[in-house]
């Protein structure tokens, strides 16, 4: 009797091992599949982030295209711009010296040639 006592124990205790191995198990099935779960969630948004990180850098490659054409662009107006300025300039300065060697330009107009231009039609 005392070895079926002795018997029964261990059973008992190896049913109560094994039922808290079988809870043990099955809370660490939970926790495995939950861990799975977070994992695909993350990779998913990871997927979303590098898909809009991708598209921002695209955007902004274009933008730095886009900005280097009108840099371009701009430098060429001034200097186009600096250029005719030069030109203007050079006109200006050629009459001013023609009109300065023209000797009508040094004698006035005589008094009633002035009256009469300053007569209303």
Known sequence: MLLSKAGLGIVALFLVISVAYHFKVVNLKASFEAAKQEVAEVNQQLATLQSVDNNNQIQIDTLLKERSSFAKLMAKRDA??????????????????????????????????????????
């Open 80 to 121: 186009d711009n600096q250029s005719q300025k030069r030109l203007l300039e050079d006109d200006i300065k050629a009459m001013k010296n023609e009109l300065n060697n023209k000797k009508c330009m040094a004698v006035p107009f005589p008094d009633l040639v002035i009256k009469r231009l300053q007569q209303s039609y």
